[in-house]
């Protein structure tokens, strides 16, 4: 009995086989997928599935083969900050006597540094000799270079530490790499010896290999880029807190290739600490208005350096970001930060667009990326900001 039944699975299964067969060889008929093609010694198969195997490999093969090297030559520089270029508050009506604390954050005194500060950040050149920089959309401010791919892409990363004082590196989330490309010192009996050159000296250089795999690239339904992020890793609070932040583009085959259909934006949300940068006390020594008044335990000095930004912007001086009525452009929202730097990106008179959602916010909490549509539904300057009360004036 049980070996009947063990055969009317046998002859059922075999079924399903011919006629999945039967329906991808009408697609191999209409792709012209000759006879001649098939070698003789694949054993017993019959004709129709040895015809169907090949056209499968085949365009598995032309699709893995579109995959390309994408070099990228990044450097790590040490540059002034300007988080309020405008010097002031761009938020806040003062023409309807509504308060506002921004000169706590901005305006220098004998214990406050202002909105200029020393930082560390990542730069783009054109090649190897790192002379030529490439330019960069100004709404990244301090962010780095956005590094594009499209899925199965290689991008080669040609890393050079400029900083005088400090190592550095590149370590990259969502992309796959092995040890010698991570970039991230822990005890893992590499990263913690002297042979781990993905930990860049001052002066020194390395190449990161990262491969975008299907795992980390759009699906069907996603935009045509989905948003990762790299940052420095040797001492990751500090190193952030520098600057050295930046975004990676996974997008769908052939998007690069082609015009481009929406305009993308990148915004790192960040409470940047620049008390917790490697260049407090750099920054203490160039901006402060009497340095021997500096108090580190001070919680209200701390507090005064803590910069709740958008790309290293604050106050609504984040310039550069448009769209015309009607448009449906693309946001993507990125955050490392730590238990008091969590976000909800809101843009007043919209809604965003995520996961076949609408939304009316963004969660952004530690390590945490978003790739969101939005649609400009009105003409106007609207409101993009933080809906976290003590972030909201950014």
């Not at 075999?14 to 694949?42: D, G, H, N, Q, Y």
């Not at 090649?127 to 892409?153: H, M, Q, R, S």
């Not at 590499?190 to 001052?202: C, F, G, I, R, S």
């Not at 969590?342 to 609408?358: E, K, M, N, Y």
């Amino acid at each position: 009995m049980a070996s009947s039944e063990q055969r009317l699975r046998d002859d059922i299964d075999k079924l399903r086989e011919k006629l999945l067969i039967s329906e991808i060889c009408m697609f191999a008929a209409a792709a012209a997928i000759v006879s001649p093609m098939i070698p003789t010694w694949l054993g017993d198969l019959e004709r129709g599935e040895v015809m169907c195997t090949t056209l499968l490999i085949l365009i598995a093969y032309v699709t893995w083969s579109q995959a390309i090297e994408r070099h990228y030559y990044i450097a790590a520089v040490e540059v002034l900050w300007d988080f309020a270029p405008s010097g002031k508050d761009l938020v806040t009506p003062k023409s309807y006597n509504i308060s506002s604390d921004a000169d706590f954050y901005l305006e220098k005194g004998p214990d406050r540094l202002g909105h200029v500060y020393k930082k560390a950040i990542y730069k783009e050149f054109t090649d190897a000799t790192y002379t030529v920089e490439k330019p960069k959309p100004i709404w990244l401010g301090f962010v780095g270079p956005i590094l594009k791919g499209e899925e199965g892409d290689v991008l080669i990363i040609h890393f050079k530490n400029f900083a005088k004082n400090y190592t550095y590196s590149m370590h990259a989330h969502g992309v796959k790499y092995n040890k010698t490309s991570e970039g991230a010192l822990y005890a893992d009996g590499y990263h913690n010896t002297n042979a781990a050159e993905d930990l860049v000296k001052p002066g020194h250089s390395h190449i990161y290999t990262w491969t975008i795999t299907p795992d980390a690239s759009p699906t069907q339904d996603s935009p045509e880029c989905l948003s990762w992020i790299y940052h420095s890793h040797v001492h990751p609070n500090e190193d952030t807190n520098a600057g050295l932040v930046g975004f990676i583009f996974a997008c769908k085959p052939g998007t690069l290739s082609r015009p481009v259909k929406q305009r993308h934006y990148a915004i790192y949300v960040s409470k940047v600490s620049e008390f917790r940068s490697w260049y407090i006390y750099e920054n203490i020594d160039m901006f402060a208005g009497n340095v021997s008044s500096i108090d580190l335990n001070d919680l209200i000095f701390q507090k005064s350096n803590a910069m709740n930004s958008f790309n290293g912007y604050i106050y609504g001086n984040l310039p550069g970001i448009n769209a015309c009525k009607g448009e449906t452009i693309v946001l993507h929202f990125a955050g490392l930060g730590h238990t008091t730097d969590l976000h909800t990106i809101a843009v007043s008179g919209h809604t965003f667009d995520q996961f076949q959602h609408r939304q009316n916010s963004v969660r952004i909490e530690v390590a945490q990326f978003a790739t969101v549509t939005m649609k400009a539904r009105s003409v106007g300057r609207w409101l993009m900001y933080d809906q976290v009360t003590s972030h909201l004036y950014v």
